[in-house]
């Protein structure tokens, strides 16, 4: 089922991708347990912290479930949803319309989140906030993951079940232009930029801000991935007083 990974490039996402393809393809069902932290130590030869972090990768897009004490089960999948993903060619206009899609569901899930999100979810979203900030130019691979994992954590803490399943399937959707984004000269940086003030937005429990940073965060990816197509760099252009274009207040 599984074989280790390559030794160069982002080990963790190496585990999730043949973790993810298992579930895909049917041979981990849902309820059924990944092996423990050690065996997947030796069977994709890589230490515990990258088995760790790919784990809680798994774990932030909702494909597994880790029980402290007991270990890390897979979930129940859509799968009408999945294959539709996996299915689906991207057009131009789908993605133009995908796009849109997400300003609705995600300007929203950051507004419900300043509302219902828990401390200890205000506190996780910094974590993967944090963690961004941490990584490296050439961490594109690894961003690409984190960028997803707090996009879900967002719509988690929103309260809405239904809006994080849909989440799931837009981003597995949107995978490989996600990727491409992140190698967009000045858009790995932004994205920290925007990520950090959306979490500062719900951290201050202001629903208006939440709201305008999200929708601001997807019209200026949206816009480099059109640009990029051009030969420019990322960047947006506003009012407000940053690099992103997102408002760090409500001054």
């Known amino acids: 089922m599984f ?30 347990k990944l092996p423990s932290e050690r065996e997947m130590c030796n069977v994709f030869s890589v230490s515990r912290t990258v088995v760790r972090d790919a ?4 774990s932030g897009l909702g494909m597994v479930t880790i029980r402290h004490g007991l270990g890390a089960y897979v979930n129940e999948v859509d799968e009408d949803a999945s294959r539709l993903a996996s299915l689906l060619q991207i057009s131009l206009g789908t993605f133009e319309e995908i796009f849109q899609v ?11 989140c300043t509302q219902n999100a828990t ?16 990584l490296g130019p050439a961490s594109d691979g ?15 803490a929103s309260g809405n079940k239904v809006l994080k399943r849909l989440m799931i399937n837009i981003l597995d959707l949107t995978g490989e232009i996600r ?15 925007e990520h950090e003030a959306i979490y500062e937005s719900i951290k201050q429990r202001d629903p208006d801000l939440a709201f305008q940073n999200m929708i601001k965060h997807i019209e200026t990816v949206e816009k480099d991935i059109h640009s990029s ?14 690099e992103s274009g997102v408002c760090l207040s409500g001054d």
């Open 102 to 112: 997400r300003e609705i569901l995600e300007g929203y899930a950051a507004l419900w």
């Open 55 to 58: 784990l809680k990768t798994l």
């Open 3 to 32: 074989e280790p990974v390559k030794t160069h490039g982002n080990l963790s996402e190496e585990i999730v991708k043949q973790v993810v393809q298992s579930i895909s393809n049917g041979e981990l069902k849902p309820g059924d």
């Open 229 to 242: 197509a051009h030969g420019e760099g990322a960047g947006s252009e506003g009012g407000c007083e940053n």
């Open 119 to 134: 401390d200890k979810d205000i506190e996780e979203l910094g974590k993967i906030v944090k963690r961004g900030k941490e």
């Open 142 to 156: 690894k961003l690409t993951l984190l960028d997803a994992e707090f996009h879900l954590k967002v719509a988690e």
């Open 179 to 193: 990727d491409s984004s992140f190698k967009i000269p000045g858009r790995q940086y932004l994205s920290v930029l």
